[in-house]
Structure formats: C-alpha cells, structure tokens
C-alpha cells in the first residue's frame, strides 16, 4: 500500500527485542492525516511534542503497518548532516592500509632476497589491485536516507562496503516502500536541518567519488520520512516550511488526560493483567505529578512513557490481585513518575 490505511483507534504490536518492554501504538486520526498528507506531498513528516508522547513509535508503527523497512538515524551532538546520508569509514581503511602495507614490505623483501631485478615488477603487481583495494568508495557506507531512496542501491553499496542493512521485520518489504527515521534532530547542530535541504528537496544526492546521483528508481514507492523533534533546539525556518508538521501533545485538562492514558494503558495491558481500577489510579497519580511538574517549572514533565513504565512496574510486582496492584502502585509511583531534584528540606 502506498498510503496509511488504518482507522483512528487501531492498535499496532511493534516488534521488540528480547528482554525489553513490549511496544504498542494506538493511532489516532491526526496521526493517520499527517502520515498520509506527507506521502501524497514528497515531503518530510516532522512530528513535533514533548519526550515520551509516542513519536518514535508512531514511525515504527506506521512501518509495520505499511509492511514497510525502517531505516533509522538517531542524531546527537556530534552529527553532521552527512551522516544522514553516508559514513566513511576511515578506520577500516587506515587499518586495512597498515594490513597491506605490512605485507607488500613483506613481500618486496622475500623477492629483494631472491632477485632484486624482479622487485619493480612486484610492486606494480601488488600496489595496482592494493590500490583498487583501499579505493575510497569501498569505505562508504549507506546511511538512513540512502537506504530510504533507494534500496537495492544501498543493499549493493552496503556489501561492497561490508556494512549492515537494516534489520527487516517478518512481512516488511521494500517493494511497499521504506520508512526513514531520523530521530530526535533538535539534538544537531543547525547543519543538520540545513544539510538535508537538497536531498530532501530534491530526492537525490552524490555520494563523494560518485559520477551520478543516489536518486529512487521511477518504479519504487517514496519513502516516508518521519522526523522527530522534542523541541529542544528551535529549526531553521527553510527546513520547517518544506515539512509536513504533526505535533503530538497530551491533552491538558485532567480528566481528559487521565481517559487518554487509561485507554493508551488498555492497549498495553489486556483485562486480565490490569484492572481499570488500577490503570484509573496510576493515570489520577500522574495528572496530578505532572500538574506540580508544571507549576513549578520543573523538567522534564513526567507523561505517557512514565504511565506506561508506571504500569508495568506494578503489573510485573505486584501480582494479578487488583488490591495487591493497588498497594504496589502506591509504593513504586514516585520512583517512575518524579525525575526532578527533590526539593531540599526546610
């Protein structure tokens, strides 16, 4: 499918390694618009909001739904835009270098012993496949943006350059189409944003040593490009104003939030494991948490990702009694949902 075709309340299981926190996303009908909107518009989806309101889910819940790879790229403080694009892997190569420099001294010096008349005829031997060896574009590597305009491209560059492909999940495949992930942006620095301009534009870049331009094959779906922000750091106006802009917030009155979180916490946890009395409780314990939080201008708020680990703190402690539950609840809840300094005592 080329567009997102679910209906607002449509729960979606996202894979998840072994040992960690089963996943799951509810969409709801903005999601599924913007999601859409983006597609038939070739742009970047930017999805802005506050940690913990489900935006990096909402891209891996969109990517098994559309049966679609994701490739993704998380940017920290040391990212350059490039690197959205593709890495050069300096080390292997120096390494490799060293490897070969070794064994043609080697080499050189064994037929120095025998002949020294043969040693040029050595070298040019040796040094014209060494040369093609270390050939720079044997060190570059595919990143998310590569992987997501073309696939079969970057699965070839990926072998020649002995990278990995990103994982794909049972049913994904990239005949639907590739989702490309690059999470949290507001953590680079404004190169980032402004490096993507062209590539996001255009849908096409030149890799260094490249004669023509990683660019999609006419047959293939776009790929959908989802970006995440937690608004830590303000964007360059050009590149917000060629994005689709969603912005996930939590809903501001009480019993609003607390209806949402309970019905976010249902998806999580069936009936049996979880009472909605206990779902009610924990969701009235952060309400209440994150109205001090805000009031006192602490950060960061606590807020779905703090109910939900809340949750299944208490669903794994405190038994399938509800009572039981409820008492573990009340020991455990500070422990998840305050991450401020406590304030010191009078």
């Not at 449509?10 to 960690?20: D, E, K, L």
């Not at 979180?261 to 009472?275: D, I, M, Q």
Request: glycine share 6%; with cysteine; aromatic share 6%.
């Amino acid at each position: 499918m080329r567009y997102l075709d679910a209906d607002p309340g449509t729960i979606v299981h996202i894979p998840f390694a072994p040992g960690s926190p089963e996943q799951v996303h509810v969409f709801d009908e903005d999601e599924i618009i913007a999601l859409n909107t983006a597609l038939a518009a070739r742009r970047a989806l930017l999805v802005r909001g506050e940690p913990g309101t489900g935006k990096t889910h909402l891209a891996r819940a969109a990517a098994v739904h559309m049966e679609r790879p994701i490739a993704t790229f998380v940017v920290d403080a040391r990212s350059e835009s490039r690197d959205l694009l593709w890495h050069f892997d300096a080390v292997r190569r120096l390494a490799d270098a060293q490897v070969f420099g070794a064994l043609l001294g080697h080499r050189g010096g064994a037929v120095a012993a025998e002949d020294a008349g043969t040693l040029d005829n050595t070298e040019d031997a040796i040094l014209k496949p060494l040369s093609e060896k270390l050939d720079m574009a044997n060190y570059i590597q595919p990143r998310a943006l590569w992987w997501g305009l073309n696939w079969s491209n970057a699965k070839a560059q990926a072998n020649r350059a002995k990278a990995p492909a990103p994982s794909q999940r049972h049913k994904c495949d990239p005949e639907n189409g590739i989702v490309v992930l690059i999470d949290e942006i507001d953590k680079g620095d404004t190169d980032v944003p402004n490096g993507l301009l062209e590539a996001l534009g255009s849908g096409e870049f030149t890799p260094p040593g490249w004669a023509e331009p990683i660019r999609p094959l006419t047959s293939s779906k776009p790929p959908l490009v989802i970006i995440t922000t937690n608004e830590e750091r303000t964007l360059p106006d050009a590149f917000v104003r060629r994005c689709i802009v969603l912005t996930l917030r939590l809903p501001t009155e009480k019993d609003a939030l607390i209806t949402h979180l309970v019905e976010r916490g249902r998806a999580h946890f069936p009936v049996a494991k979880v009472s909605d009395k206990v779902l009610t409780q924990a969701a009235a314990l952060l309400a209440a948490d994150r109205k001090t939080a805000q009031d006192r201008k602490w950060r960061p708020l606590p807020g779905q990702a703090e109910f939900l680990d809340l949750v299944r703190a208490v669903h794994d402690l405190g038994g399938t009694d509800a009572a039981a539950q409820l008492t573990c609840l009340d020991r455990v809840a500070r422990f998840a949902l305050r991450k401020h300094a406590p304030e010191p005592e009078p």
